[in-house]
């Protein structure tokens, strides 16, 4: 054999250990590519079209799972020029202004990300409320959903203070104080967070682990459950007229769908396409390319609006944080001025209870509200009273942050935001 | 994928789009790598003044410690010599009438810090020299120069 | 999904769209990045450069290019601003335009930027790398933008903290205004002790005021004299009724016995000619003219009592142990003379009451007046009894410098709202801003509070690194023992005087060094007669009626202890040397300045008789070395060498006729 044809076949050898399909050209082959990726195998191999309308998830979750990762990778890269004791960590952001290449469209880009994914998460939880998505089998999934949702806020809280500037710190100061007024547990709470009594370089540290190491970790362990039960439980989507689910079912004994399973089974056969021999799957798609181009443009997108945000838009960096001056109004960061406005009125009911009450409710969710009825569609009809309460309480912590934000002045005296 | 003509305008967008994300995916490597290089240092400046040419007794080196370097004043002019060793990094010692001493493998180097003997692989490093506008002797460690340098005042 | 296989078209379209937009928005980052605002400095740099430069020069110029970057590791401070400033070290620059002109001045060479860097003087954001973030002027969130003009001098005071900084002018007026006006008495300003505020005690001042007079003064001290010392304290007419009660009653140390002095035979005409002989005028301003080391006498008739007036002249450390103010050899005819000519024609506005103010007499009144006293802190520039550790009633002003303002702190006037603008408001119209002040209303200039702004800015918040700070020793308070430190007491010669650096700044001549200065016989003469030395001179050593025994005494001790050995060399007279010296007295125009001989300018001092009064060593010592002897003298130096000092002086020490010598 000539050498260079041998070379071909040793290269193509390498080749096949680590991309076992090649381009896909046939639908098989796509379905084994989706089956033998660990990164698209997250995918089925084929989906269902309704999955594929905009109108339905938004691409929501899509859009979380993205932010995560352009934050993941910018704050990586951040971190290499990030010193978490305070003058050095204002210094940094200086330098990441000033001299590093490129730095200040990544802080920007790190910022940026964060705040949407905050606005995403939210918006996404509420779309899986309004199209029933959280109802059996996929209970659990709200509750681990619920959950990505409280981290999101620690994650971008506690990433609030590492620039060590006035806003960082006395957000912080205004986030901790609120912390402390849950019963009991409130103080301990505060002193365990700031690493002592006041905000100093251990509550930097603190905070920077509990950023960098800590929430994303576990971050990535409850995207990773998250995501494994969407794909056991498959999308949601209109009640087809099928049998209902056997009581192994109903309990999340057995998973709902094991279209993977039925996929696989049907590669023994290839000479045959596969929607034609699948009668379960008559309407569906393969993922490949139309799941994955659609995540593709989404991701594109995403990419191009940020960068254009942080072109445009720098993150602001106020003075050197200094303990001794208060500005005013101190304010928490933005999520939290729903709840700031409510401490107002009363630090208990405001700071501890509503709270309180407002998470169980939302973990409670999809027990308290089983009838398996109207899912998989916007603003179902037999849902109207779970719709109609959830989307009341969703405004008025909506109205509540806007308010907080926009509305209170010096002394959190109300102000209207066009007077300046 | 292969691209055939005439494209589809399918095949054509979506070759387009490729190629300008591919594009851009390689801007996002090189920016990464450019990223990585800082532009400023925070550590010693490799071009500092090390004092005014009166301040160097003549005919004797004169050792900055701080910054690791001999300064000579010669009759045939000034001249600078490193005193870390070539071999691991250790400050060499001057030897009157002999030249350096390495006190951590016994290298040895001559008065313009050749290899005498020892295991050093290079000679000691020679640095160049400029006056700055308030007269002072600078000392520049990025532009090494030969022995035979010397630097007239 | 018609077609399961293919894609619809506007994907295809979306993804080519937003691909090639990716793409875009990636050339956008790098041209943001490589188009920044200093390398397009740097590129305009390298080309002047080329133009200013010939080419041996630019061979070995640093290269230029890249973020330059001063770092002061014991500041932990960061200037960049030599990557735009590029020419300010070289002095090739001096007529390049801005960013490139070279440093004015010889600054850098006191302030090696190496060590210094650009902001630790100038402020400003020494980390940005673009114009606007280096605050050249006012940015957000920075709150040390550059400081413009004058203000600079600011940053000077931050590492040097000796009062006088003799390249910083308006700091060194800002300081010494601070000093004057007696700020440390009621705030902790560090470098100044309130100790150094000296008003006058009040233990005893029921004998000595005129009730009218009390209340015109505390109502507002510059109606009775326009340079008042004394602040406006803004009273409320209830406050000054109980001011003036508690002052009337304060009554410790009566006054010395006047029973028997006979008014009628008061003569103001002698006790004006006394006045005059004893140079009152030197630390007494009257009609607008005289010095201000003593409060100002052209009113003084409608303030004190005569019999008060009597004592006071007799003894003025009676009831004053602190007073500036000489105790005069006076025999009581001449004290009631003196008297007479204050009370009867140094008559104010206020006409001198006749009729008792008994108010002093309700316990009530006297006891509000107390309270207001210690509300207004009036005890930190008047030691009272009973009050010496009552605290500062002002706030402190250690790191007044940083003091964050508020924009509604302006309260709606139109400023800027800067520290130095509030600082400047504040010392101008302290009632004028948002807080309640209780600071009383000083009648500074403009002038004279933007230099306190000047002075108060330079007090900063951080502390600084021992290496970095310069300041001056604190000097011993000299006391001397014996007959001599009571005579030094009784006629207050450090009221005017130096001695180891301590005392007054009102006299030029310091006591250290002067018995190697003058000679004894003349120094006894002086003492007892002493006349002008410099013509054009106002103030002059008062005529303290001293006894020759004292004057003996001050001299003999003056002439062995305050010597300076290495200005007591061996002196023969030389004919031939006096004459060289003649020859080089006319040839430099010294006559220009010095009388000799009845001719000659009225400058410097008379030399006429310089044999008589001065010691070669001086003369020769000084000749070659004015400045360091006296920093600022006018004196020139005309670079002598040491043998034509020698001769200079051998010419002096010939010149005893004293034509035209003192002209009192």
Redesign the interface.
């Known amino acids: 054999m000539p050498d260079a044809a041998r070379l071909r076949l040793w290269l193509r050898s390498v080749g096949r250990s680590v991309f076992r399909v090649g381009w896909p050209r046939t639908d098989k082959d796509r379905a084994a590519a989706m089956i033998s990726s660990f990164f698209l195998h997250i995918h089925s191999a084929k989906v269902q079209?309704h999955s594929l309308r905009p109108s339905y998830t938004l691409g929501l979750g899509l859009l979380s799972f993205y932010l995560f990762g352009v934050l993941i990778i910018t704050g990586i890269a951040l971190m290499l020029y990030y010193i978490p004791t305070p003058?050095a960590a204002y210094?940094s952001m200086?330098?990441l202004?000033?001299?590093v290449?490129?730095g200040m469209?990544l802080r920007n880009m790190h910022r940026w990300a964060a705040h949407v994914m905050v606005i995403a998460v939210f918006l996404h939880m509420c779309r899986v409320f309004f199209t029933g998505a959280y109802k059996i089998p996929r209970q659990f999934n709200w509750v681990v959903g619920v959950g990505l949702f409280l981290l999101t806020l620690f994650l971008s809280f506690t990433g609030y203070l590492l620039p060590w500037?006035?806003l960082s710190l006395w957000a912080i100061t205004v986030g901790t104080n609120m912390a402390s007024y849950a019963p009991w547990l409130g103080d301990y709470l505060k002193y365990l967070l700031l690493g002592g009594n006041v905000i100093g370089p251990a509550t930097l540290l603190r905070f920077y682990v509990l950023h960098c190491v800590i929430l994303p970790a576990i971050a990535v362990g409850l995207v990773g459950v998250h995501f494994f039960r969407v794909r056991k439980d498959g999308l949601s989507a209109p009640a087809r007229p099928e049998p209902a689910p056997v009581e192994e079912e109903r309990s999340g004994r057995f998973p709902a769908s094991t279209r993977s399973y039925g996929l696989m089974a049907l590669t023994d056969r290839p000479a045959l396409p596969v929607?034609e021999t699948d009668p379960e799957a008559e309407?569906e798609?393969?993922a490949w390319?139309?799941l994955l181009?659609?995540e593709?443009?989404v991701l594109?997108?995403l990419?191009?609006v940020l960068?254009?945000v942080s072109?445009l838009f720098d993150a602001p960096?106020?003075?050197l944080a200094?303990p001794t001056?208060t500005p005013?109004p101190a304010k928490a960061p933005w999520y939290f001025l729903g709840l700031q406005e409510l401490v107002h009125y009363s630090a208990f009911i405001g700071g501890v209870l509503v709270p309180t009450i407002v998470v169980l409710l939302l973990l409670l969710t999809p027990y308290l509200d089983s009838a398996p009825r109207g899912v998989g569609v916007w603003f179902a009809p037999e849902r109207r009273w779970a719709n109609w309460i959830f989307g009341v309480l969703a405004s008025v912590a909506i109205l509540l942050t806007l308010i907080g934000t926009y509305f209170r002045g010096?002394n959190w005296a109300w102000v209207w935001p066009w007077t300046g | 994928m292969r691209l055939t003509w005439p494209m589809t305008?399918?095949r054509f967008?979506?070759t387009?789009?490729?190629?300008?994300?591919v594009?851009?995916v390689l801007?996002?490597l090189g920016?990464t790598v450019r990223y990585l290089f800082p532009?400023?240092?925070?550590e010693p400046?490799s071009?500092?003044?090390a004092g005014h040419p009166g301040d160097f007794p003549a005919g004797e080196p004169s050792f900055l410690p701080d910054r690791r370097l001999f300064v000579f004043n010669s009759s045939a002019g000034f001249y600078a010599i490193s005193s870390v060793c070539t071999h691991l990094g250790c400050n060499v010692r001057f030897v009157a009438g002999e030249g350096f001493a390495c006190p951590c493998h016994g290298s040895r180097f001559d008065l313009n810090g050749q290899v005498v003997s020892g295991p050093a692989p290079r000679p000691l490093a020679w640095f160049g020299l400029?006056l700055?506008?308030?007269g002072e002797l600078v000392v520049?460690e990025r532009r090494t120069v030969d022995p035979d340098y010397r630097f007239k005042v | 999904?018609r077609n399961?296989q293919?894609?619809p078209?506007r994907?295809?379209?979306?993804?080519?769209?937003?691909?090639?937009?990716?793409?875009a928005?990636?050339?956008?980052?790098?041209f943001?990045?490589y188009l920044a605002e200093w390398r397009t400095i740097q590129a305009q740099f390298r080309r002047l450069e080329r133009r200013v430069k010939d080419p041996h020069a630019l061979s070995?110029a640093?290269p230029v290019g890249?973020?330059q970057?001063i770092?002061l590791t014991d500041l932990?401070r960061?200037d960049?601003c030599t990557t735009c400033h590029l020419g300010v070290?070289?002095?090739s620059f001096a007529s390049a335009p801005q960013p490139f002109t070279a440093h004015p001045g010889a600054w850098?060479?006191t302030h090696?930027p190496?060590r210094f860097g650009c902001t630790v003087c100038h402020g400003g954001q020494g980390?940005?790398?673009?114009h606007a973030?280096a605050a050249h002027h006012r940015v957000p969130?920075?709150?040390e933008p550059i400081r413009a003009g004058e203000l600079i001098e600011a940053n000077c005071g931050t590492c040097h903290r000796q009062r006088v900084v003799p390249q910083a002018f308006w700091l060194t007026s800002g300081r010494e205004q601070i000093a004057r006006a007696g700020c440390a008495a009621c705030h902790d300003i560090p470098g100044f002790s309130g100790a150094e505020v000296r008003a006058p005690r009040l233990e005893s001042v029921g004998y000595k005021l005129q009730p009218a007079w009390v209340n015109v003064w505390l109502a507002n001290p510059s109606d009775y004299l326009s340079q008042a010392r004394m602040p406006n304290f803004r009273l409320t007419p209830d406050e000054i009724a109980g001011l003036s009660a508690f002052l009337l009653a304060q009554r410790a140390v009566a006054p010395l016995d006047s029973s028997a002095i006979d008014w009628g035979q008061a003569n103001p005409q002698r006790g004006r000619t006394l006045f005059g002989e004893a140079r009152c005028v030197t630390c007494h301003m009257v009609d607008g003219r005289g010095g201000t080391l003593g409060p100002d006498l052209s009113a003084v008739a409608s303030k004190v009592r005569r019999e008060w007036l009597f004592s006071f002249l007799k003894d003025p450390m009676r009831d004053q142990p602190d007073a500036v103010m000489l105790r005069y050899r006076f025999t009581d005819e001449e004290i009631r003379d003196l008297v007479a000519y204050l009370t009867t024609e140094l008559l104010g506005s206020t006409e001198p009451s006749a009729t008792p103010d008994l108010r002093y007499q309700s316990p009530t009144l006297v006891e509000q007046g107390r309270e207001a006293f210690v509300r207004h802190g009036c005890y930190g520039c008047h030691r009272f009894a009973g009050m010496e550790n009552l605290p500062k009633i002002g706030p402190s002003l250690v790191g007044v410098g940083d003091k964050?303002v508020?924009p509604?702190e302006f309260k709606g006037k139109t400023v800027v709202p800067t520290l130095p603008n509030w600082l400047f408001l504040k010392l101008r119209e302290p009632d004028a801003l948002l807080a309640a002040s209780r600071m009383p209303t000083y009648a500074f200039t403009e002038m004279e509070a933007a230099v306190v702004v000047i002075g108060l800015l330079s007090i900063r918040k951080t502390e600084l690194p021992a290496s970095r700070v310069t300041t001056a020793p604190q000097p011993e308070p000299y006391q001397p023992q014996g007959a001599f430190g009571a005579l030094v007491s009784r006629y207050r010669c450090l009221s005017c005087h130096r001695v180891g650096g301590s005392g007054g700044t009102l006299s030029t001549v310091p006591l250290d060094r002067i018995g190697s200065q003058l000679q004894r016989t003349y120094l006894i003469d002086y003492l007892q007669n002493p006349g002008a030395v410099r013509v054009g001179i106002e103030e002059r050593m008062p005529k303290f009626g001293m006894t020759a025994e004292e004057a003996r005494t001050l001299a003999d001790y003056m002439s062995t202890v305050f010597v300076d050995d290495s200005l007591d060399g061996p002196f023969k007279p030389d004919p031939e040397a006096t004459r060289r010296g003649e020859r080089l007295f006319e040839a430099l125009g010294c006559r220009s300045c010095h009388i000799v001989g009845g001719r000659g300018g009225y400058v410097g001092p008379d030399l006429g008789d310089s044999g008589r009064r001065l010691k070669p060593g001086w003369i020769e010592a000084w000749l070659t070395d004015p400045e360091g002897w006296k920093p600022g003298t006018l004196q020139p130096n005309y670079g002598l060498r040491a043998e034509e000092a020698r001769d200079l002086a051998a010419y002096l020490m010939s010149l005893t006729s004293g034509v035209g010598g003192r002209t009192r």
């Open positions: 079209p003058l210094r200086k330098d202004q000033f001299v290449t490129f469209v500037d006035q929607e309407d798609v393969m390319p139309h181009y659609r593709l443009i594109l997108a990419l191009v960068h254009v072109l960096l106020e003075e200094d001056r005013n010096t | 305008r399918r967008l979506f387009t789009g490729t190629g300008a994300v594009a851009g801007g996002f920016a532009n400023v240092l925070y400046a071009r500092f003044p400029s700055s506008p308030r520049d | 999904m399961p293919t894609s078209l994907l295809h379209q979306a993804f080519a769209v937003l691909g090639v937009a990716f793409l928005i990636f050339a956008w980052v790098f943001k990045e070995l640093p890249g973020i970057q770092w932990d960061v960049r070290d070289d002095p850098l060479r090696s190496d980390e940005a790398t673009t973030d969130y920075w709150p964050p508020e509604a």
